[in-house]
């Protein structure tokens, strides 16, 4: 186990190097400066090194078999009470309840877990002066990849197209920005992209993969795919939604408020 | 030293919260559906232990190494006032980080197998791995040209909805002509090009920029990078399953 901790800690120093080396590079031969803070920041790449190797090595050593597990295991022809060679068609879709289930929870739970979307969360905290809460836009972005998931999987078991639920995604999304508050814009697009990473995208791969291998008529090869793009999608569409209801909720305060005070200045007139 | 513990205190606990829903998510559905105990019980917790000291040390890097670097490169380019700089920059680090992603590794030997049993590419060792490389390459050279455009468009101004819809419009366009087993790939390839050490990144080199140039608004404006680095994979790998299919 050692040995092994030892060598994912390694590889995941392999994956950062270059992108260090370059960073560093390109410091020093065109901007031609001293990087500034230079011990600190060696001393923050150690941590960034060791935090995702011990990250990935506990993640594989607890989460991942089990995770694994469990989507093969409801994902089981056996357990599924379907058979390989009958048409998909026949089932109802309350046979894949507990799927589907698994994929909403895991969805939302693994989202909240992603080290990428805590960082751009930080970031959006600190840059828009605490209008954007931390927690909130999490949750925001959970929801999404929930829904996501489990619509993904839904897409999986009926065999519908795929680019037919990620253009009627499109739709939404650009519908919802004619109407969205500005300052979240940028933002929502880009929390597609973070939240499909070193958690998420292992486990709802192998969901994927197993609802595929386990259905009739499917290939796993090219039917297992589509998952990934599905989480990238909804979180868009959820964090829009989030800040459209809280700009809503926000003006209808707003317009009680002032709706209240003039009604008392009326009052406060009447009584002189 | 005892402020130091006292953060990787508060940090820890932090970690411990995030980590919460899927462990419940994992142990309610092992006791409601297989109703059977975990085994191993042991080695899980400390499992989870190792997770949750590994997150809290990578927040600690992020906000040590991470951010700072991004936005003290963004901050240094725009004070040499080069955009060509600049662009090579966004460029290289996009191009590099995406070849170096593992994610993508696998992700594109997935893709060759499924090339291979569609008959789009003769089913042997060596055409397969020279599939592989060719999509990763095909990724990597459309996240480098997905983080020149965007800064850009942090550059100039330009409107993010406009070039993100102009995006969707050319994914549907490419959709209708692609062939149907690059499609459920290409479409996956989006999301997983941005990884963890490469988003925070990004992100700050997006805000730094905004925030040194003038008459940009680094939340409006600093954002929005990650966006074009997954939207445009999704265009050029289709293409390339139609240039090998067609060729």
């Given at each position: ?25 390109f ?43 469990m ?15 009958a ?9 894949f309840?507990w ?65 037919y ?16 508050p ?64 809280s ?8 317009k ?17 | ?54 997150l ?122 692609a ?26 080199l997006?805000?730094?920029?905004a925030s ?24 050029f ?11």
């Amino acid at each position: 186990m050692m040995l092994s901790a030892a060598r994912i800690v390694i590889a995941t120093a392999g994956d950062v190097l270059p992108i260090v080396l370059f960073i560093f590079g390109f410091y020093v031969l065109v901007i031609r400066e001293p990087l500034p803070h230079f011990g600190r920041i060696m001393t923050g790449l150690v941590f960034v090194v060791m935090g995702l190797g011990l990250f990935l090595v506990g993640l594989e050593q607890a989460l991942f078999p089990l995770g694994r597990l469990m989507a093969e295991q409801l994902t089981a022809p056996e357990f599924l009470g379907t058979n390989p060679v009958a048409d998909a068609a026949a089932y109802s879709w309350e046979a894949f309840i507990w799927v589907y289930m698994f994929a909403i929870a895991i969805g939302f739970s693994t989202t909240i877990a992603e080290p990428a979307l805590l960082a751009v969360a930080l970031k959006a905290n600190e840059v828009s002066g605490g209008a954007i809460s931390v927690w909130g836009l999490r949750v925001a972005v959970a929801i999404g990849a929930a829904v996501g998931v489990g619509l993904g999987c839904y897409r999986l078991v009926s065999g519908l197209p795929l680019h037919y639920f990620i253009m009627a995604g499109y739709v939404a999304v650009i519908i919802q920005t004619i109407w969205a508050p500005k300052l979240i814009i940028a933002l929502a697009y880009d929390s597609g992209g973070v939240t499909t990473s070193t958690v998420t995208v292992p486990l709802i791969t192998a969901l994927g993969l197993g609802l595929a291998e386990a259905l009739p008529g499917r290939n796993a090869l090219l039917d297992g795919f589509g998952l990934v793009a599905f989480t990238c999608l909804f979180p868009i569409i959820a964090v829009l939604g989030y800040a459209q209801l809280s700009a809503y909720t926000a003006s209808r305060a707003k317009k009680r408020k002032s709706a209240t005070a003039s009604s008392e200045e009326l009052r406060s007139v009447e009584e002189s | 030293m005892g402020s130091f513990l006292s953060d990787f205190w508060k940090h820890a606990k932090g970690s411990v919260r995030d980590l919460t829903p899927i462990v419940l998510v994992i142990g309610i559905f092992q006791f409601l559906i297989f109703r059977q105990p975990v085994s191993g019980a042991v080695s899980l917790a400390i499992g989870a232990v190792i997770v949750v000291v590994g997150l809290t040390f990578f927040i600690y890097g992020l906000e040590l190494a991470l951010f700072p670097i991004g936005e003290t490169i963004a901050h240094a380019l725009a004070r040499k006032g080069s955009a060509a700089m600049v662009l090579t920059f966004a460029f290289l680090l996009g191009f590099g980080t995406t070849m170096a992603e593992p994610s993508l590794t696998a992700i594109a030997k997935e893709a060759s197998n499924v090339a291979a049993s569609a008959a789009a590419i003769p089913d042997t060792e060596e055409s397969r791995k020279n599939y592989a490389l060719g999509l990763r390459l095909t990724v990597a050279l459309s996240v480098g040209i997905a983080l020149v455009l965007g800064v850009l468009r942090i550059i100039f101004g330009w409107s993010l909805p406009v070039m993100i819809i102009t995006g969707y419009v050319l994914v549907i366009l490419v959709t209708a002509v692609a062939p149907d087993d690059i499609v459920g790939i290409a479409y996956d390839s989006g999301g997983v090009t941005t990884s963890t050490v490469t988003v925070p990144l990004v992100t700050a080199l997006g805000i730094g920029l905004a925030s040194s140039l003038r008459d940009r608004n680094p939340m409006t404006d600093g954002f929005g990078l990650i966006a074009f680095a997954s939207l445009t994979p999704m265009v050029f790998v289709m293409i390339y399953g139609g240039v090998i299919q067609w060729i």
